[in-house]
């Protein structure tokens, strides 16, 4: 035969069609269309035999039609004219009296795709919605879906969607599933197809007789139904029970999809089905299928925004194989980040030290970003771990340890000792450009601390001419200068090179701007200087969660089954890609008030108090708490420290009003608030919608948690005549709780054994020591040896609102002691 793809094959095939001898031999017929729809699947141009496959196609032979239809349904656009002769046969196979025949006549008829075509499709459509046989019935629905995508500004005709519907109700589940499908495209524009009380009662009472496709489609129709009542609802979701466990992860999905969508206001009821679904989910990790697996994961970080401890108790089921791709590894271990506690971290720790060393660079950089997002909890440890990982003298492993050191000093300043000692050495294994704009940060900000800081920076200075990363040379710029500020006798002679070169030898314009700066900012003078570089850090007491708030069920219910968990990145991840931590930008802008973050509406509401429609007489406000828009620690602070509270000493409860601005101090007593664990502490504040930032280690002094949330209440109208109507206000309030531990050193001098506590002095000078404090400081109330100082600032300034938030916070500390006690 001659090369494939030439003239010749084509008229060689022409040759053999037209062959009389050919044609009389039904197995040497069939043969050579064969060879035709294998030429036309190898990309050759075999159109010019459209007239010899269209007389093929008047056969008795059902694979012979077949075949002859696959080529007739590919090249019937570029042959029009010739596609009519085509339509006669078509008409008499769907007459057949084999269904078979009927059914793939219906359905190439449809396939040819030609306007011109369409009055002769019409007739044998409508028949075949009324064919005897169950195959050809679902070709017909699906036809008239075809037909109406062809002419899709044509009128529809209300017969045909009558009859459409009439078919719902076919003993054929898949002839149902096909309606619903058809009506939704020929009633897109109308909505889609509509679902009533019976419609929906007969498709869940028919849900089990469709195959696992057809369900998903039936479930997916099902959330346009909205239940008339409370008790149809509950009939509903007990029809729904059985899909919400089933075998099939699709089903399930579906069917967790339609929960969703008819229980926005049973939270309850979400609660108990995103419960139910935990199994079926875990079993889809293990799937064989790696798209099944990739997809279930996915999912499953998307219900850990609302449910953070839904699979606690399982993470080992989020271990990484061996032989599974990056992309299923790096995102089980961002499901690992969300599952740490204190019971399991060590665990998950020495499971992700394991990673760091996988051959895969992605991977093992994944893995030491997830080990320093959980040091900012669990710093000890972690940086155990990193340090560890810097003796492997691995470039890509150096880099990225590096970096995450440098994201966790930012937010976690108490780990800086720790960090710099490490951090010595490290530049000669150092070779991608990011990892060396890691270690010149750590250098600049900590450069007192580490003692090879100007040797170091002086063997990049040595080299910046033949620097070709644009972002060390900059870097390199604020490294150099914040160490002169500390150690200028070994810094001041390599920065005036550095200077020179930067600003006289330099081709990049924001080298040499950056460098210009710097000059005239030392020109100024070094306190200038240092009043711009070295700002105030945080307080190294302060450990920062990894968590975040739980978000509402409703603000990624839509996207539930859907493709859009599958694009979406993970919450807060670190880019192991990014610079400096202080270039990192925020949506909101660099000089907004505190009132300016409360732009944005609140997604879900914890109400103390009644109605906030009806104004009680009661002092009492009706308030709602939201935790949106969420803050991150960086704002948290800058919004803290924005203005300072100057409070007098003399009242147990101080205020001050500056404009929009309100400072409230109070004193709390829960004697047993220091010994809850941190886990239980933000669960209480979480459940009323009271988000904590920051905390300091349970046990040690001084104790603190920074926390923050929006309020949202009904501020009746002043005048009388608009008594019945009310506006709503919205606050910020920042909060910080304090225990300093000095009640608790004064009573150890003031109690004796009988009152519960060990005596470590003798009784004389317990004697003595309490009458001198006694003449120094009065009288001291018993009860305040276990206070809390509880700091509020809000604004804009509403004092009724701060003081239902005090007694709504008062109240959880309150549980939490009595709870311990």
């Known amino acids: 035969m001659p090369y494939l793809g030439s003239e010749d094959t084509v008229r060689e095939l022409r040759r053999a069609l037209t062959n009389p001898n050919v044609q009389s031999d039904l197995l040497r017929y069939r043969n050579t269309i064969l060879k035709v729809i294998r030429a036309m699947s190898q990309g050759v141009d075999v159109s010019s035999l459209f007239s010899e496959m269209v007389k093929a196609c008047a056969t008795v032979d059902v694979v012979q039609k077949k075949l002859v239809y696959v080529f007739l349904c590919s090249y019937a656009t570029l042959n029009p004219e010739l596609s009519l002769l085509v339509i006669n046969t078509l008409r008499k196979d769907c007459q057949d009296p084999n269904p078979m025949v009927r059914s793939l006549a219906l ?86 197809v509509a679902i009533n009380k019976p419609i929906a009662h007969h498709l869940l009472n028919r849900l089990k007789e469709c195959d696992i496709w057809g369900q998903c489609e039936v479930l997916r129709i099902l959330q346009r139904y909205r239940p008339q009542s409370e008790d149809e609802l509950f009939d509903i979701l007990s029809l729904l029970d059985a899909s919400l466990v089933s075998p099939h992860p699709p089903v399930m999905a579906a069917t967790l999809s339609l929960f969703l969508s008819l229980c926005p206001a049973l939270p309850t009821v979400t609660l108990a089905a995103l419960e139910r679904v935990r199994a079926p989910l875990l079993a889809t990790c293990g799937s064989a299928s790696r798209e099944m697996m990739f997809a279930a994961i996915c999912h499953i970080q998307l219900l850990l925004r609302s449910l953070p401890g839904l699979m606690g108790a399982h993470y080992k089921r989020f271990f990484c194989g061996y032989a599974e791709p990056a992309y299923i590894k790096q995102r089980k271990m961002q499901v690992l980040m969300e599952l740490v506690n204190d019971d399991n971290v060590a665990m998950i720790l020495d499971e992700l030290k394991g990673y760091c060393t996988d051959v895969n660079t992605d991977t093992s950089q994944a893995a030491i970003s997830a080990i320093g997002r959980i040091g900012r909890s669990y710093s000890d440890r972690c940086l155990e771990i990193l340090t560890g990982l810097l003796g492997l003298k691995q470039d890509h492993i150096t880099s990225a340890v590096v970096q995450t050191m440098r994201d966790l000093v930012w937010v976690c300043p108490q780990c800086s000792d720790t960090v710099c000692l490490a951090v010595e050495g490290c530049e000669e294994t150092l070779q991608d450009s990011q990892g060396r704009q890691a270690l010149l940060w750590l250098l600049g900000v900590y450069g007192e601390r580490v003692s090879s800081a100007p040797y170091t920076l002086e063997v990049f200075i040595d080299g910046v001419r033949s620097e070709t990363s644009l972002g060390v040379k900059m870097e390199l710029l604020t490294a150099t200068v914040r160490v002169l500020l500390c150690r200028p006798a070994e810094t001041q002679d390599m920065l005036g090179r550095l200077l020179h070169y930067c600003i006289e030898e330099e081709t990049n314009m924001s080298v040499r701007d950056q460098a210009l700066l710097y000059y005239r900012l030392l020109h100024c003078g070094i306190e200038e200087t240092r009043k711009v570089l070295q700002g105030r850090r945080s307080d190294p007491s302060l450990g920062v969660l990894i968590g975040r708030p739980a978000e509402p069920v409703g603000q990624w219910a839509c996207s539930f089954n859907t493709l859009a968990p599958l694009k979406q990145v993970a919450v807060e991840t670190e880019s192991t890609s990014r610079g400096s931590p202080e270039h990192v930008t925020f949506d909101r802008k660099p000089n907004t008030d505190l009132s300016d973050t409360l732009n944005c509406g609140q997604d879900e509401t914890v109400h103390s108090g009644s109605d906030p429609d009806v104004l009680p007489p009661s002092p009492v406000v009706p308030l709602s708490l939201s935790l949106s828009p969420a803050l991150s620690p960086a704002e948290f602070e800058r919004l803290w420290l924005q203005r300072p509270h100057v409070l007098s000493e003399q009242d147990s409860v101080k205020t001050e009003e500056e404009e929009d601005y309100l400072c409230m ?56 005549s608009s008594s019945s109507s009310s506006s709503s206000s919205s606050t910020l309030i920042l909060g910080e709780l304090l225990y300093s531990g000095e009640g608790n050193q004064r009573s150890a001098i003031n109690r004796g054994p009988g009152d519960g506590d060990v005596a470590v002095k003798s009784r004389e000078d317990e004697q003595t020591e309490g009458e001198e404090e006694a003449a120094a400081d009065g009288p001291r109330p018993q009860g305040e040896q276990d206070e809390v100082k509880v700091t509020l600032k809000q604004q804009p300034r509403d004092g009724k609102a701060l003081k239902a938030f005090l007694s709504i916070l008062t109240t959880v500390l309150h549980t939490l002691s009595s709870e311990r006690a």
Request: hydrophobic share 40%.
């Open 665 to 720: 101090e109070e004193r709390v007593r829960c004697p047993e608030i220091l010994h809850c664990s941190t886990q239980s502490l933000q669960a209480a504040m979480q459940l009323v919608n009271i988000q904590m930032l920051a905390f300091t280690s349970p046990h040690k002094l001084p104790w603190r948690v920074y926390l923050y949330t929006h309020t949202q209440h009904a501020n009746p109208a002043d005048t009388p």
């Open 107 to 192: 359905r190439n008829m449809t396939n040819l795709r030609l306007p011109s075509l369409v009055e002769y499709v019409e007739q044998p459509l409508t028949a075949g919605l009324r064919d005897r046989a169950a195959c050809v019935r679902r070709v017909a629905v699906l036809g008239w879906a075809k037909l109406y995508n062809l002419q899709t500004h044509s009128d529809i005709d209300a017969a045909v969607v009558n009859e459409l519907y009439s078919l719902l109700r076919d003993t054929d589940p898949v002839v149902m599933v096909n309606c619903l499908r058809a009506l939704d495209e020929i009633l897109k524009e109308e909505g889609g």
